[in-house]
């Protein structure tokens, strides 16, 4: 129609639709690009702000990754609500941190991306990184509540002709090293992490590898009664006997077995053996020990492990009385509900649980009455420093006595000092594992140690005589 046909009211009209369909038009451009909960950029918007720069001028330019630790505990414990102001918080103070030039984006549930332009300054990417770490290891208040965050920060340099998504693999690698360490951290990408990155691909086909030929083995740590000085349980580490390294410790694979998903499988060896090796110990008259295994919270979640678990008792023959899988604080603290509802299945067959690491995640005297535990395992970095560290001994004293309100027994790990030792007993300490008793031992050794350690009566003897 010509606009001289058009009465005023139709051609008012009109323009009232082209302008209402241009605004939708401009606001859903903008949720294209745009983070609803915080306002910043999203990860198609950010990619595009990276792109353009990258053609731009690549040189100066430094990507961050960040990540937030433990965000699902807040989800979790106090409801999306709590975490939407958490993310919140998190955006401002780093968007207070940075220059007009620079950008930050939301890239998922917990994760942010920034870009940072150094050209003129290139130590400014390092002050930025501290800085940012810095005020994200202050508390947030949520709710009347004050929360402690850890943050792991990856920064990656922008090279000449380098494309977004290298770089933004660069900043990953690099923000994954961070969070290995403590805390709010972050690390910068070089070439040695990516050769280290290289590296750890090599071992996770080694991994797959030695799961089929059997090269890994178990190593178990005799658990003593402080009360009598007979071993009453053991814990199943797992080792790997590696063609080119040696022995490896569980600290050099686990932590790939889980990113990788191969922690299932693996679990299921270390359950199968450490079973086996229980049936040969009391088919050679030891007497019943509690054997103690470590399960992980991706093998925890996997739909498999009562089955399995219900058969492999059968095989072996053993009672399920003795046998009992540890489980991290922090594991359990990631979806309280859900795992309850898994131990009291798996407490069905009539295993046990014990709680691991206590003291380094959230535990609260409400968490540990709710869950289904016979043991709590006070962790060594708190055992580690009683002789010398009054406040250790405060917090050593009182998770015991917690325990104890709650009818559980308490295992001390990391016992390495007679003076620990005697500290423990006078707290009222049930049980004790660590090198002053015995190192981890294969099997053929743990069995000379159970028939001829005798030694370990005499180790609370000479406590009982000391003090």
Not at 71 to 86: E, I, K, M, P, T
Not at 131 to 156: K, Q, T
Not at 381 to 389: I, L, T
Request: charged letters at 25%; glycine letters at 8%.
């Amino acid at each position: 129609m010509a606009r001289d046909q058009l009465s005023p009211d139709g051609l008012q009209r009109c323009l009232r639709y082209v302008d209402e369909r241009r605004h939708q038009r401009l606001l859903l451009e903008g949720l294209a690009v745009q983070d609803p909960l915080t306002g910043i950029a999203n990860r198609y918007g950010f990619l595009g702000v990276l792109k353009a720069r990258l053609e731009e001028e690549a040189e100066g330019l430094v990507l961050g990754h960040l990540d937030l630790d433990n965000f699902r505990h807040v989800n979790d414990s106090l409801g999306y609500q709590h975490g939407d102001q958490l993310i919140n918080q998190v955006a401002v103070r780093v968007k207070e941190l940075l220059d007009p030039g620079d950008t930050l984006a939301r890239l998922g549930s917990d994760e942010f991306a920034l870009l940072l332009d150094t050209q003129e300054d290139p130590a400014r990417a390092g002050r930025m990184a501290t800085r940012i770490v810095d005020a994200l290891a202050e508390p947030f208040r949520v709710d009347g509540e004050s929360l402690l965050l850890g943050c792991s920060l990856g920064l990656a340099r922008a090279e000449h002709d380098i494309e977004a998504d290298p770089l933004m693999w660069h900043a990953h690698i690099a923000m994954r090293r961070a969070k290995t360490q403590s805390g709010c951290t972050f690390h910068i990408y070089d070439e040695w992490l990516n050769r280290s990155e290289r590296n750890l691909a090599d071992l996770e086909t080694e991994l797959r590898r030695a799961l089929r030929r059997d090269e890994l083995e178990l190593h178990y740590q005799p658990r003593l009664c402080m009360q009598t000085g007979q071993v009453v349980g053991l814990e199943a580490l797992v080792r790997w006997r590696h063609a080119e390294r040696g022995l490896l410790g569980p600290n050099e694979f686990i932590p790939l077995a889980e990113d990788t998903g191969l922690i299932i499988p693996l679990g299921y060896w270390v359950i199968d053996r450490a079973l086996r090796d229980l049936r040969w110990l009391l088919d050679r008259d030891v007497a019943p020990l509690h054997m103690a295994i470590n399960l992980s919270f991706r093998q925890f979640q996997d739909s498999k492990l009562l089955p399995t678990l219900g058969r492999l008792i059968d095989e072996r023959g053993i009672d399920p009385r003795w046998i009992e899988f540890e489980l991290t604080e922090t594991a359990v603290m990631r979806r309280t509900e859900q795992v309850i509802k898994t131990m009291k299945a798996l407490r069905g067959l009539g295993v046990r649980f014990s709680l691991d690491d206590f003291g380094t995640g959230y535990s609260s005297f409400v968490h540990l009455s709710a869950l289904p535990i016979a043991l709590l395992k006070v962790d060594r970095s708190f055992v580690g420093g009683m002789a010398s560290h009054p406040e250790n001994r405060r917090l050593v004293r009182a998770m015991i006595n917690l325990a104890h309100n709650l009818d559980l027994t308490v295992v001390a790990e990391g016992v390495e000092t007679r003076d620990e030792l005697a500290l423990l007993r006078q707290f009222g300490c049930d049980q004790a594992q660590g090198y002053l008793i015995s190192k981890p031992l294969p099997l053929a050794e743990l069995a000379r140690f159970l028939v001829f350690g005798a030694r370990r009566g005499n180790l609370l003897a000479d406590e009982s005589a000391g003090g």
